[in-house]
């Protein structure tokens, strides 16, 4: 999918959520929505990942560093003739790996030491010198297409305000650019199936988030429909 494609599914799922004001729905470019109806609204959508991407530790590159290590893992322990059973690891986000190479081979060996064992969860000391680890899960049985992979562990994180302040700070630069508007909205996604941005968002949130641009910024989080929003305020693209 386009990031124009991404954009408007993520729109449609919030405007089944949230009650918009009459008018008509455009898609564009800066903003990424118009709703033309008593006022022209212009709605900016931005996803609120928990970090920078750029940053090695971020779980944008850290989520391809651990795909890389546990396709790579399965790959050297069947190279070395190796069983087809399956394994289920899940990561420590606290620990970002460094060589997702280094990490593979790991993992490959951790499954030679552990290929005659029954089917079930390990134990931690199994595995305690690999702290990239948190679990680990032996499905012992064959499979002539057995595939090992990654199992996302819920840690319960809670909004942060001060990263969403830096995200409306960094659109309110980009929004001078803008089509004009009566007013502006800022829709804020937290997309809960995507562990680099799932995160608790709790009713007073926003409590102290104001906006020189954006009349309301929106957070949104997929599939539970939640939605909290700033207190309506009255900047426009005319101040």
């Given at each position: 999918?386009?990031?124009?494609?991404?954009?408007?599914?993520?729109?449609?799922?919030?405007?089944?959520?949230?009650?918009?004001?009459?008018?008509?729905?455009?898609?564009?470019?800066?903003?990424?929505?118009?709703?033309?109806?008593?006022?022209?609204?212009?709605?900016?959508i931005t996803?609120?990942?928990?970090?920078?991407?750029?940053?090695?530790?971020?779980?944008?590159?850290?989520?391809?560093?651990?795909?890389?290590?546990?396709?790579?893992?399965?790959?050297?322990?069947?190279?070395?003739?190796?069983?087809?059973?399956?394994?289920?690891?899940?990561?420590?986000?606290?620990?970002?790996?460094?060589?997702?190479?280094?990490?593979?081979?790991?993992?490959?060996?951790?499954?030679?030491?552990?290929?005659?064992?029954?089917?079930?969860?390990?134990?931690?000391?199994?595995f305690r010198?690999?702290?990239?680890?948190?679990?680990?899960?032996?499905?012992?049985?064959?499979?002539?297409?057995?595939?090992?992979?990654?199992?996302?562990?819920?840690?319960?994180?809670?909004?942060?305000?001060?990263?969403?302040?830096?995200?409306?700070?960094?659109?309110?630069?980009?929004?001078?650019?803008?089509?004009?508007?009566?007013?502006?909205?800022?829709?804020?996604?937290?997309?809960?199936?995507?562990?680099?941005?799932?995160?608790?968002?709790?009713?007073?949130?926003?409590?102290?988030?104001?906006?020189?641009?954006?009349?309301?910024?929106?957070?949104?989080?997929?599939?539970?429909?939640?939605?909290?929003?700033?207190?309506?305020?009255?900047?426009?693209?005319?101040?």
């Amino acid at each position: 999918m386009t990031n124009k494609e991404i954009e408007k599914y993520y729109f449609e799922m919030f405007r089944r959520d949230y009650r918009l004001p009459d008018g008509h729905i455009e898609f564009g470019d800066k903003p990424d929505v118009i709703l033309r109806g008593t006022r022209v609204i212009g709605i900016e959508i931005t996803n609120f990942f928990l970090q920078d991407g750029s940053l090695p530790e971020s779980e944008q590159i850290q989520r391809k560093a651990r795909e890389a290590a546990i396709t790579r893992a399965q790959k050297l322990y069947q190279a070395q003739g190796g069983k087809n059973f399956e394994l289920t690891c899940s990561f420590d986000r606290s620990v970002a790996i460094a060589d997702p190479s280094a990490m593979a081979c790991k993992i490959a060996e951790l499954a030679s030491a552990v290929e005659d064992r029954e089917t079930g969860q390990l134990w931690r000391d199994d595995f305690r010198h690999i702290p990239e680890l948190s679990f680990v899960y032996l499905n012992a049985t064959e499979y002539p297409d057995a595939h090992w992979r990654i199992a996302q562990m819920y840690d319960g994180t809670f909004m942060s305000l001060d990263r969403l302040k830096t995200i409306v700070e960094g659109k309110e630069v980009k929004a001078k650019g803008y089509r004009p508007c009566d007013a502006y909205w800022l829709l804020v996604i937290v997309d809960f199936a995507d562990r680099a941005q799932d995160q608790e968002i709790g009713h007073d949130s926003l409590a102290n988030l104001t906006s020189r641009m954006f009349e309301k910024v929106i957070v949104y989080k997929t599939c539970y429909g939640h939605v909290v929003e700033t207190i309506s305020h009255k900047p426009t693209s005319r101040e």
